[in-house]
């Protein structure tokens, strides 16, 4: 999970007669995404907790939008390290993330570790698959209300996919949810397509242990980290600004979740609560439909793969030859429409120049991208150049226009052939379980632990006083102070330690607790370097 702070920055004179303006905050922020913050930088920080027990269990902070290839890396270590503490598999821990590690960069770096995961993705790309539209044009197999809004959305589950072309190393699963459009609501989430807004989720999971519907009340219900952050803001100000040094600041947000971890074992020792066990999935839980006659279930749907022998040209598969609009259109520059087809070999400039065709591809909804290029000596020659190339380009090399045929519906892309499997061909670790059995959510109420204990101490009453020699303590005379002293200036190391000496005859102290439970001093009497208490 990700928390933004920003910083407010006033303005500073920047005229030639005062120095090079230099702010205390710019070692620690950034500019970045501020969301819903105020001010003109930010910081981010990933965090890990526990669902079960709302530990904490790191925090990496770093200036602007973060670094969160990085930190996921981390984060992944301290979850493989956190189970095999506690003699646990990879395949009993779920990785829950938001949308924006929804990408096969992140996705990737989950399966190397061999953990579960269940998060947003934002590749909406795999939406243009023809076996994925085609199965969106079914009925959906289940019917999914939200638990706060009540919104009733449709949900698709398409089982494991393979799109090792877009750098998926692994099978996933793929979950679509639909939802009507509504032109008189705001969506912050989704993509539009026609007259709905379509979400995609994805997950190691296989169908017979999870629904689709069950993965979403997972991702929305007890595996949300919402309810934590807003509990954490209300007990605790962890993202105070309490240093503008990113090490300082790093370190009160270590020192916030170490404090935030005791207060949770000190009020499981003060009153000790049972486990508790929610039924997740009953044994009549919704059934999702699965296709009638699913083959082998070693073979996940193959969308497009990278090793994927790229057709001819002249293929009679794909459609007429059309020149890509390109960017530059906004810009005031020449587009793709101001270029000339002449042959299938040939490209005409708008300054008349022939461009021959350098590269064929094929991108990942199969359609043909021929790449034609121009000598780079004829663009930096061209009288035209500057309404071609883009500002501030060299033509190095040279001006590219892309020609795109589009991939031509045949039999062997129709439903009937589609294959969807229940399982990845690739071995990928997940938790399965049984689909007429019970699934139980396990945990405590932390809340509970943390504000009851944080209730009591309030009310105690501590008294800290001396206990004096056998000796007779001779009582102070009283003495004259300077005006230094007076108005408390600093003072030099010797006026320092002779403040701070304490008298012979005042060696002990004795501190008296009132009203605070025994299980809690019997806790911190026995407490040794160990295992967490409640983890």
């Excluded at 989950?110 to 698959?129: E, F, N, S």
């Excluded at 270590?254 to 486990?275: C, D, E, K, M």
Aim: with cysteine; proline share 5%.
């Amino acid at each position: 999970m990700a928390r933004l702070c920003a910083a407010r920055q006033r303005s500073l004179v920047s005229a030639q007669s005062y120095p090079k303006a230099r702010r205390r905050s710019q070692a620690a922020t950034a500019k970045g995404y501020l969301g819903r913050d105020r001010g003109e930088v930010t910081r981010t920080r990933s965090t890990v907790a526990q669902a079960h027990t709302s530990e904490w269990l790191g925090t990496f902070g770093a200036p602007g939008n973060g670094t969160p290839g990085p930190d996921l890396q981390r984060a992944c270590g301290i979850i493989g390290r956190y189970l095999q503490h506690h003699k646990l598999t990879g395949s009993s821990a779920i990785v829950r993330l938001d949308g924006y590690y929804g990408t096969p960069q992140f996705v990737n770096q989950i399966q190397q570790h061999q953990l579960g995961y269940i998060l947003r993705c934002r590749d909406y790309q795999l939406l243009k698959h023809l076996a994925i539209s085609t199965r969106l044009q079914e009925t959906p197999a289940q019917l999914w209300s939200h638990p706060e809004s009540h919104q009733v959305r449709e949900v698709f589950d398409l089982g494991f996919v393979d799109d090792s072309w877009a750098g998926y190393s692994q099978p996933l699963r793929l979950i679509v949810v639909r939802t009507p459009y509504d032109p008189k609501r705001k969506y912050r989430v989704g993509k539009r397509i026609g007259d709905f807004i379509y979400e995609l989720f994805i997950t190691s999971h296989a169908q017979t242990g999870l629904t689709g519907c069950d993965i979403l009340s997972l991702y929305y219900g007890r595996g949300g980290f919402e309810k934590l952050l807003g509990d954490e803001d209300v007990e605790q100000d962890c993202d105070r600004w309490c240093s503008w040094h990113p090490y300082g600041q790093e370190f009160w947000q270590i020192l916030s979740q170490w404090v935030w971890n005791w207060r949770l074992w000190a009020g499981f020792a003060n009153q000790l609560q049972p486990l508790r066990q929610t039924i997740w999935v009953g044994l009549e839980g919704e059934k999702t439909t699965l296709p009638e006659n699913p083959v082998s279930v070693d073979e996940p749907l193959v969308l497009s793969q990278v090793h994927t022998p790229c057709p001819a040209v002249d293929s009679v598969n794909y459609g007429p030859m059309q020149v890509a609009g390109g960017w530059a259109r906004s810009q005031g520059k020449f587009s793709g429409s101001d270029f000339t087809l002449l042959d299938e070999r040939t490209l005409q400039c708008p300054a008349g120049n022939s461009m021959y065709r350098r590269e064929v591809r094929q991108n990942r909804i199969g359609d043909l991208l021929i790449l034609f290029g121009i000598n780079p000596r004829t663009c930096q020659q061209c009288p035209l150049k500057s309404q071609c190339l883009a500002d501030g380009s060299k033509g190095t090399g040279g001006r590219r226009i892309t020609v795109i045929r589009k991939k031509l519906a045949s039999r062997a892309d129709e439903p009937s052939a589609v294959s969807i499997a229940q399982t990845p061909s690739i071995q990928v670790t997940h938790l399965t379980a049984q689909p007429t059995g019970t699934v139980l959510w396990l945990d405590f109420p932390t809340t509970r632990l943390r504000r009851e204990l944080s209730h009591q101490l309030r009310q105690q009453q501590i008294v800290i006083e001396s206990i004096a020699a056998n000796t007779s303590v001779a009582q102070p005379k009283p003495q004259c102070i300077t005006r230094n002293q007076r108005a408390h200036r600093r003072l030099t190391w010797a006026e320092r330690w002779n403040r701070n000496a304490t008298a012979d005859a005042v060696a002990h102290w004795q501190v008296r607790l009132f009203g605070i439970s025994s299980a809690v001093l019997n806790w911190l009497r026995n407490l040794k370097p160990r295992a967490a208490v409640i983890i």
